[in-house]
Structures are given as C-alpha cells and as structure tokens.
C-alpha cells in the first residue's frame, strides 16, 4: 500500500509539472528514484512553450540528458541558433542518476591535492579496463580533453572539486561537488540553468520520431509535440538519446546472458536515436558490449554507488567474508558476485565512511540501508556470523594499516580503516547498468556510415555513441564522456553549419 501511494504521489507530481511547465530538480530526484543527494537548489526552471516551436533551426539536439545540454551549450556558444527535443516530461536522463562523479587526469584540482595523474596514465588505465578493446582515437582524444571540460563546467558555475576513485583507476580522479554528493542532479541542475540563460529552446514531451535526410545530408527531424507530428528544419542533427539500458528487450536482443537483470536505467533510455540513425545508414559498434553495475539494490533496481567502496567500503558475503578486490573493475567484481552460491553480497561501512559520502543519507532514507551499533548486531541485522565479520573487519583494517591488502591485492580507498560506530550493510547485486555499444562516431563526434564515411550534418555523443569504452566502462568515464564529446558534438556541429 506504501509503495502504491509512493507511485501514486509520483503520478500527481508529474502530472502537475507538466501542465505547469515546471519541476524542481529535488522533486524530480525523488520522483525518478535517482541516487543522488547533493547540494543542487531548489530552483524550478520553465521549458520551453510548444507554442514557441519554430519551423527551422541550425542544430536540433535530441535528448536532454547531460551530452544533449552540454553539445546545445557548446553549439549555442559558438554561434548557433540551437533547440533541445526532450521525449520525457523532465530534462536530465540517465545523467541524473549518476552518481560516482567525473573523471579527469592533470585537473587543477588534482593539482590543488599534491594529486600526481596524467593522461597517459588515463589513457592506459581505461585500456586495460575495457580490455584493450577501446577505439584508440576516441580514448585519446577522451582523456587529452578532459581537464578542459572540468574547467568548461567551472567556468559555468558547475564546480567538480571534491575527488574519490573508483574501480580500475589507481590515483583520486573522479571528481564530484565539493560536497562529495552525488554528481547527477548537481550536473542536471547546473546545464538546465545554462541552457536557459542562453535562450536555448528546451521542449520537453517532445518526441522525436524521425531524422530527415535531403540529398545524402541531414536536414532536420519528424516530431511529436503538442499532440501533433511536425517537421523542424535543420543543418544539423545531434543524436543524444542515450543508450537502450531501459529497453530489457533489446538487452537481451544482444546478449541474452542478462535477461532477468534489473536496470538501474531511466524508462526513456530505449534506443531510439540508435534506430533513427540506422535508418540513414549510421553504422554500429559494440551493442553486445552492455555493463551490468555490481552494487544494485534489488527490490528498487538502485545503484548503490561506487564511491562507497572508494571511499573504503568492503563487501562481503553471506558468511561475513570478503570474496574480492572490491575496487577491480566492474565486470569483474560482478562476475565474483554472481559467482557466490548467494549471488548476492552486501556493502559494508562505518559511520565515518558514512559522513564523507552524503548519497548514503538517501538510500538510509529509501530504507536500504541496515544499521548496527556494533559489529555483533550488525552481523545479526544480516544473519551472517559474527565471529567471521569481526575478523573480517579486523583484517580489513590491520591491511589498512599495513597499506597491503595481501587477501585481494586492494591498493585503492583503503586510507582510512572502518572503525567508528555504528556500522552499516547494504545488500546488493549486479544489475543492468551501461550500454557500451552505439553509433559509430570519430573525434569530431561525426557519425559514421558502414563504409566508415561521415554522414554529412549527423553527430553524436554519450551513451548514444559506442566504441569509447571497450568491452568495460571505467566508473566515472560515462559523465567524462557526456561533456567531453556533447561539448565536442556541439562545437563540430556548429562549425559544419557555417
């Protein structure tokens, strides 16, 4: 019945938004289920009227999740005259459940930490996780561009200060708000704002159904908008849609190993740009590649997020044991769990580790979160041994101590020990997370056809676009991505149309 007037509540919220024409990101964030927690504002922001609609424009993005507002920043600041088709009732997408934060290498403020990081170390750590499968070129340009666009964000008011790690990275290079909160709605927040002091059309409910094509180039798009289907003209396309990651049939249309997961996806995240571009012959890469996310809470299909186990958090089975390197990348700590009789495991911490991630607060909010005043009665809490999870606590700590972690081989968030009371566990297990494939794109955020040729006018970035990531996305790349290449499709975009 709870759960029924949660929905219920949700419904009459949405509904209200939308003949308003406004939402608050705080009560977006509770309606969608996002992991965030952060010091975004209260403001409410005003999409655009249908009624404003022109007949053509230089650059259509679709999509208004964090790559669709940041190419339309990107594109309008460069002299164009740019829209945002957004099919949901709310801008933000998928970005506004992202949580971990940005990663970026030779930052000014990794410099401000005495952090040492570089590109190349960049460029070689994402490498070894996607299992050297990485288009190259992408990467490159991917990690070479990335200290820019955290000084892009600072320089709108989008400050990403405070820095953690997640799996796969050996240095503090992901970067969150400075509160060390969830980076989504802080993101969303910050680019909504930008948008709009920039004029930028955003149409939200507003579907795009169709991407024209004149003479071989691209010429605009086919729309549902205010009960109607209309053409708006364009020079320019960019497709910013996302991935399929909420569409479970198409998951398991390419890897059929994952049909039963959960999806820590948004609903709008069906793959639609994806069959929009095909149509005009845009090629493909990577589609079977899709990450599932190890730390999912199961009943919600809630990510837990990675910077618990940055910041030192453990996991554990249910003996009370740690079974691996909680900070390997994430396939791998999925498979380990996925390998346990259990196929589930639960995230470990303390009250300290508690303070110094403040998404934490939301998911102890949800209900998720077991709580003991001690080790004994957390172990209780979650019916595992208490002997075993002392010990296991104990010899987490002495490795801490140590700085070796010789059970696993752990060398990253194990600066600070778990020691201070209560204690607290999250059960988890992996779930649908990121799809790595999509549109075949160069640097220049360019669509690719089959034969490798740009198609003239079409562009894309983030989860649209495939090839960056390999077989296995870093965490912290995806948010990387939706800035480096959205600003990068935004300012080709707009050079193409002059």
């Known amino acids: 019945m709870k759960k029924f007037s949660k929905i219920l509540m949700s419904i009459v919220m949405v509904l209200a938004g939308m003949l308003n024409g406004a939402y608050s990101l705080s009560t977006v964030a509770a309606q969608?289920?996002?992991?965030?927690?952060?010091?975004?504002?209260?403001?409410?922001y005003e999409y655009t009227d249908p009624a404003e609609l022109a007949d053509a424009y230089d650059i259509i993005v679709i999509g208004a999740g964090g790559g669709?507002?940041?190419a339309a920043i990107s594109a309008k600041d460069s002299g164009a005259n740019v829209v945002v088709f957004e099919k949901m009732p709310i801008a933000g997408g998928n970005t506004l459940k992202s949580s971990a934060g940005m990663n970026a290498s030779e930052t000014k403020f990794q410099e401000a930490e005495g952090i040492e990081d570089s590109n190349d170390l960049f460029f070689d750590e994402t490498l070894v996780g996607?299992?050297?499968t990485n288009d190259q070129e992408l990467l490159r340009y991917f990690v070479d561009n990335s200290a820019s666009a955290i000084d892009w964000l600072d320089s709108m008011g989008i400050t990403l200060s405070n820095l953690t790690t997640t799996g796969g990275m050996s240095v503090e290079r992901t970067h969150r708000p400075a509160d060390g909160s969830a980076v989504g709605e802080y993101l969303v927040d910050g680019l909504i704002r930008n948008v709009l002091e920039r004029d930028i059309p955003l149409f939200v409910n507003s579907n795009v159904v169709e991407i024209l094509q004149k003479d071989g180039a691209v010429s605009g798009v086919k729309v549902e908008i205010n009960g109607e289907t209309v053409e708006v003209q364009a020079d320019a396309v960019i497709v910013a849609t996302g991935g399929f990651g909420g569409n479970l049939e198409m998951v398991t249309e390419y890897n059929s190993d994952l049909d039963g997961f959960v999806t820590t996806n948004h609903e709008g995240a069906t793959g639609d740009g994806l069959s929009m571009a095909q149509a005009l012959g845009a090629a493909l890469v990577d589609m079977e590649q899709i990450q599932i996310h190890p730390t999912v809470e199961q009943e919600t299909s809630y990510l837990i997020t990675e910077a618990v186990r940055g910041e030192g958090g453990i996991l554990v089975n249910q003996s009370g044991e740690r079974f691996h390197n909680e900070l390997d990348t994430r396939d791998n700590v999925s498979a380990a769990i996925i390998a346990l009789p259990e196929q589930y495991a639960y995230v470990v911490f303390d009250e300290a580790l508690k303070g110094r991630v403040t998404a934490i607060n939301k998911y102890e909010s949800m209900g998720l979160v077991v709580k003991g005043d001690t080790i004994e009665e957390l172990a209780e809490q979650i019916e595992v041994p208490v002997e075993t999870l002392q010990a296991t606590l104990d010899a987490w700590n002495e490795s801490v101590t140590a700085g070796s972690d010789e059970a696993f081989g752990?060398?990253?968030?194990?600066s600070i020990g778990l020691e201070e009371a209560p204690y607290y566990a999250i059960k988890i297990a992996p779930g649908v997370h990121h799809t790595m494939g999509g549109l075949k794109i160069n640097t220049n955020a360019e669509v690719l056809n089959e034969d490798g040729e740009v198609i003239p006018g079409l562009y894309a970035a983030g989860e649209a676009s495939g090839g960056l990531h390999g077989q296995n996305r870093i965490g912290g790349n995806a948010v990387a991505d939706i800035i480096i290449y959205g600003r990068q499709a935004g300012s080709k975009a707009a050079e193409f149309i002059k």
Do not use: L
């Not at 969608?32 to 409410?44: F, H, L, P």
């Not at 752990?410 to 194990?414: A, E, L, V, Y």
């Open 410 to 414: 752990r060398t990253t968030g194990m």
């Open 68 to 70: 669709g507002m940041s």
């Open 130 to 132: 996607g299992k050297e």
């Open 32 to 44: 969608s289920d996002t992991d965030v927690e952060s010091g975004a504002s209260e403001n409410v």
